[in-house]
């Protein structure tokens, strides 16, 4: 990419500040976030959180397996070529999941359930309809909304035979890229014409919600080739599109060593490629959620974000108004109002206290009121672009934010915290500002773009 090309595309769109996005930031998928979580909770916290549940739940299923392993990814996963270790830890799942609904007062009620990991199609169809109907048993889920994401290398006709018959309407597609070359780079091999097979088969299965994940800032990665990418994704149809940065941590994610960092965009075209994928969108009819994520105006995610009810939880931005999700499976996370609680992460450790009868979840942080309030204000923040901020946290925040003021890029109104159009790429750090946990954060926590 020329200097010239990308000047161009941040005066259309977004004013690059680099020393504003110079210190990585969170996601802020949940306030405090799993970096500060501890081993002091003890099962008996998530027992409790669990007994007093009531209203709405959610579930999230997590299978850490993969037919093949990308050289980018951060999930926690492994291959599923040994059928050993995939039954075992089925074994164990279907054992959590009895424990865990027989601690649910009846009060409860399942309304979602998604599958991740991982694959879920990195197991058999069989075992994934026993888990469904385990779910469905277990916890008297009437006509919950099913949510799954798949891998299109893995992706056949009995999966969609599956998909359809338990009536899952919401997929998420691992695609990242449509170009070969950046396929091979980052060890993620998937023709175009295997992409387009997979969304064939998932709307014929009733699928009317499909995202697809891409990414930008790959090593070698061109303007061009990201242009194309979400040409491919918008001519396909895609229902909501996830636009992620890549980001290089090898020192965390071994598997990252074997990605070209010498190949990798600079801050400057990475910002581009941000700016150009959120103005070809947008100039594609998708409306905006958040930075980094779109959907269809006809999209439940897209209702949410013009109506001001989107919401942000462990699986990014949704519609989900429930107040509690459950994580099922190894490494698993549960929310609640006031705690966040991880399953054991390794899972050999998480079969055999399974095994025992014993539910794993003890790693997390109990959410003071302070907590709550700061991540009201976060959350605010990053679905809908204010937040009212209360004054003991404005005089805490405002020495932070003062850069991001200075620059226009967000600006008070009465009590309110707005962040403008040209400030949309700063959300996170912009955010950050008041999160009272941040330290250490240049190796614990991705770019911002």
Known sequence: MTGAITSAILARMWTYHPELLAIPVPRYTSFPTAAEFGDSL???????????????????????????????????????????????????????????????????????IAFGGGSPNGISPIDFVRLVDALALQFAADSPVLSIELDPRTMRADWAAVIAAVGITRASLGVQTFAPQLQNAIGRVQPASMIEETT??????????????????????????????????????????????????????????????????????????????????????????????????GDALAKAALSGTLRRNFQGFTEDQAPVLIGLGASSISGFPDLLVQNEKNTGRYRMMLSQDRLTASRGIRRRDEDRRRGAAIEALLCQGRARIEPILKEEAWPFLQPYLDAGLCRSEGDDLVIVPQGLPYARSIAACFDSYRNDSLRRFSSAV
């Open 42 to 112: 003890g099962p008996n916290a998530f027992i409790d959180a669990l007994e007093q549940a009531s209203g709405d739940i959610s579930l999230y299923v997590h299978i850490p397996f993969c037919e093949k392993i990308c050289w980018y990814c951060g999930c926690n996963t492994s291959v599923a070529n040994r059928t050993g270790r995939v039954s075992g830890y089925l074994d164990a799942l279907h054992r959590e999941i009895g424990l865990v609904a027989e601690r649910l007062p009846q009060g409860a009620r399942v309304t979602r």
């Open 200 to 297: 064939a088969m998932l709307r014929g299965a009733g699928v009317d919600s499909l995202n697809f994940d891409l990414m930008y800032g790959l090593p070698g990665q061109t303007m061009a080739d990201l242009e194309d990418s979400l040409r491919r994704t918008a001519s396909l149809g895609a229902d909501r599109i996830a636009l992620f940065g890549y980001a290089h941590v090898p020192h965390l994610i071994a598997r990252q060593r074997k990605i070209d960092a010498h190949a990798l965009p600079d801050a400057a075209q990475r910002f581009a490629m941000a700016a150009r994928g959120h103005e070809l969108l947008v100039d594609a009819g998708y409306v905006p959620i958040g930075f980094d994520h779109f959907a269809k105006p």
